[in-house]
């Protein structure tokens, strides 16, 4: 299996088909308020504000998906559980949730609870930027700085080849398809 293949499979866990909004219900933008309230401060009302916000996350919402993935990640060492931040960041970040692909990479960056990997956390911050993190932008262009040059160019090669294809796609779907028909997610 080619490098550039390998890099796609996990990437595709980050690139959300919504690169481009094409109507309202774009989903793209997410507001900024939290949705599980898991910062609350009394023990009974935190355990049902966490057992409430894994239920919404079971169920595919993605806000609550990036809250207990963040949950999990910024815990005091003791009571973090990295898995769980990984399983939930991956989660919602197929679905295009620009600040857990952000969180993804800087996981990816610090091998924090993966390996690291300077190529995949530049494409995955990469990711998040075009969905809409600017944070992510920074924090890529950061990373950029203390790559090898062939680092940097396996991975521009990865984000040419993924918007590539991405972009061949689009041009594929019918003339007459609704505003909001987006093509199919990348394997």
């Not at 009571?79 to 970040?93: I, N, V, Y």
């Not at 990997?117 to 911050?125: F, G, H």
Request: with cysteine.
């Amino acid at each position: 299996m080619t490098l550039v293949r390998r890099l796609l499979i996990p990437v595709s866990l980050c690139f959300s088909a919504q690169l481009f909004a094409l109507d309202d219900s774009n989903t793209l933008l997410l507001p900024s308020d939290e949705r599980c309230l898991l910062s609350l401060s009394s023990t009974d009302s935190a355990a049902q504000a966490l057992s409430q916000c894994s239920d919404w996350a079971a169920q595919g919402d993605r806000q609550a998906q990036f809250e207990l993935g963040q949950y999990w990640l910024k815990q005091p060492l003791e009571r973090q559980d990295l898995p769980q931040a990984l399983h939930w960041l991956e989660l919602a970040s197929l679905q295009g949730h620009a600040e857990a692909q952000r969180l993804l990479g800087l996981m990816y960056w610090q091998g924090q609870g993966v390996d690291g990997n300077n190529v995949q956390a530049y494409v995955i911050l990469k990711m998040a930027a075009v969905n809409g993190s600017d944070q992510a932008m920074d924090d890529a262009d950061h990373l950029a700085e203390q790559m090898q040059r062939s680092e940097l160019a396996i991975a521009t090669q990865v984000l040419g080849d993924i918007f590539r294809r991405y972009l061949d796609e689009l041009q594929s779907l019918p003339a007459n398809a609704p505003l909001g028909a987006q093509p199919t997610p990348l394997p």
